[in-house]
């Protein structure tokens, strides 16, 4: 097929795909709504049906996110890249649609004139079948994982590579020891991330941080996440996250004294802060949380538990979700914002007793990956927390849920930016050791198979990092709420399919610690589960937001 041809061909079937997808949405919405609105339990009913519709809506984003990126400064590469993952997430979107409009009772001939329709299938053998794959392939393999490269303005380019540069530099050559030894982060990483500015790329420059006063640079904050999470994702791609989520939570709800007192300490990395929402009973239902605070003279009293407080040792500051209105039944609106300073402990356990009597006590968790923040369990017993901590103040009771949502969106563009950085190092990874790597007489890289999935691999990264790109952008406007959770969504699990993949391309070395692809795989793994589990993010936010679109009362 012509190149013109093949992106107007591509373009059709998105669109046709995007019509029955969006055919399935009003049905799905219609059987899960009472009287126009929404039915939590009609919505619980349909939990399948949702996430179906979750992941082809990834897919179908994605997809033209990666075409829509192809302009005159395409390389020939990220074409073959953005047609490969479009007509394979299409395969994907049209399997998906096929069965949900079964489920639904809709008709399914459009899906299956698209599924017969000649230009459809040349384009899948054009874009996707052997010999393309092979080419692509072959393409990918001698471009050492450069794959997917954004247009970015002069500042965007040198923030990118000045970060990239530190990664490899700095980085990566103490990854290794972190993950294997699980140690804490040293300083000999984090000081030179303070002088860098990078605590700081959240908050506002009236407060000492490289924020623009007034509006947000999210594809900053995604260029530099993914540069490092390049180099470690425990040991450096994770430090920006929970500051960005206090910074926000203090913009949206802090009162002017908190944000000047707070503000600069947080773009100067110092203290380091960490951020207590998870408890052992309540994952992702923030609503349900329980830890209790007790008003007293001056202030609160904590008691109660969290878990999965990740950096909670190092940090000396953290935001704790504290329920300090005791009826249950006000669910997310008896939540409030508490500030918690304790000292800094480099090691896996610690034991904090204030002069009056409380106590807070945290444990690391062992992990498989991830290795280098620590995720703690923490116990609060009669801590004391004084009013002056309490976000927002007095007006600020009760307001807790909306306060971290306010950093959630950014939370979310951070971890798809984890997951393109660590996909980045596995496909690089895997390109060196395929080229290197001599069976049957000659190196991985000349078998088809390799660079089949060389190719398939590169198609999801450069296709994931369009996608966080443009949605990135949409951040910076204002919008994109809901495509945040999307590009997490799909980027997460795009990286364990990748470092899967990477992994196996190394055989036996692959599964062996002292290989750097076996972090990258553990390592991924977590991705999918924090900042908004898979399943939370499919059901309680996507499917959520499309359905409420449809029936036209988001």
Not at 394 to 403: I, N, P, T, V
């Amino acid at each position: 097929m012509h190149p013109e041809d093949t992106l107007g061909t591509v373009r059709n079937c998105l669109a046709r795909l995007r019509t029955a997808f969006d055919a399935a949405t009003v049905a799905l919405a219609r059987r899960c709504s009472a009287q126009g609105r929404l039915s939590g339990d009609k919505l619980d009913a349909e939990q399948v049906a949702s996430f179906e519709l979750a992941w082809a809506a990834a897919d179908l984003l994605a997809a033209d996110a990666g075409i829509a990126a192809l302009g005159a400064q395409s390389s020939e590469l990220d074409a073959r890249l953005a047609l490969l993952f479009a007509v394979e997430a299409g395969q994907a979107v049209l399997a998906r649609l096929e069965m949900l409009h079964l489920e639904l009772g809709l008709p399914r001939d459009a899906l299956r004139a698209l599924r017969d329709d000649a230009g459809w299938e040349a384009l899948c053998h054009s874009a996707a079948g052997s010999q393309a794959l092979d080419a692509a392939g072959r393409a990918v393999a001698a471009s050492d994982g450069e794959v997917g490269r954004l247009a970015l303005d002069e500042p965007h380019a040198m923030a990118q590579e000045a970060f990239r540069r530190f990664a490899a530099e700095v980085v990566a050559p103490q990854a290794e020891a972190i993950h294997r030894d699980n140690l804490t982060v040293p300083e000999s990483l984090l000081q030179p991330l303070r002088e860098m500015g990078v605590f700081g790329l959240s908050v506002p420059e009236q407060y000492g941080g490289s924020a623009p006063d007034g509006h947000e640079d999210a594809l900053l904050m995604v260029l530099v996440t993914e540069a490092l999470s390049e180099g470690s994702l425990a040991a450096a791609g994770s430090l920006i996250t929970r500051p960005e989520i206090l910074t926000r939570a203090l913009v949206a709800g802090g009162t002017p004294q908190q944000q000047a007192h707070w503000l600069p300490k947080l773009a100067a990395g110092d203290p380091l802060c960490a951020i207590a929402i998870t408890e052992p009973d309540f994952g992702s239902d923030v609503a349900a949380l329980t830890l209790r605070g007790t008003r007293v003279a001056g202030g609160w009293r904590l008691d109660g538990a969290k878990t999965w407080c990740t950096f909670a040792g190092k940090a000396g500051l953290l935001m704790v979700v504290t329920r300090t209105d005791p009826d249950r039944a006000l669910g997310h609106k008896g939540l409030s914002l508490l500030l918690v300073e304790k000292p800094s402990f480099d090691g896996h356990d610690f034991v904090f007793r204030q002069p009056e009597g409380g106590t807070l006590s945290g444990r690391a968790i062992p992990t498989i990956g991830y290795r280098g923040m620590h995720s703690f369990d923490l116990s609060f017993e009669d801590f004391f927390v004084p009013d002056a901590n309490v976000v927002g103040g007095e007006a600020g009771l009760g307001k807790g849920f909306y306060y971290t949502m306010a950093g959630m969106v950014g939370g979310r563009m951070q971890t798809a930016a984890r997951a393109c950085g660590v996909m980045r190092a596995a496909l690089r990874a895997a390109i060196r050791y395929s080229h290197d790597r001599k069976v049957f007489g000659q190196a991985l890289a000349e078998f088809p198979l390799t660079r089949a999935k060389l190719a398939r691999m590169g198609a999801r990264l450069a296709s994931c990092r369009q996608l966080a790109g443009a949605v990135a952008r949409q951040v910076d406007r204002g919008e994109g709420r809901m495509e945040a959770s999307l590009v997490k969504l799909l980027a997460c699990r795009s990286a364990e399919m990748v470092t899967r993949e990477a992994l196996q391309l190394h055989g036996g070395m692959g599964y062996a610690e002292e290989s750097p692809v076996s972090r990258y795989f553990v390592d991924a793994r977590v991705l999918s589960i924090f900042e908004g589990a898979e399943e939370t993010l499919a059901l309680k936010v996507v499917a959520r937001s499309l359905l409420e679109r449809a029936l036209g009362t988001a």
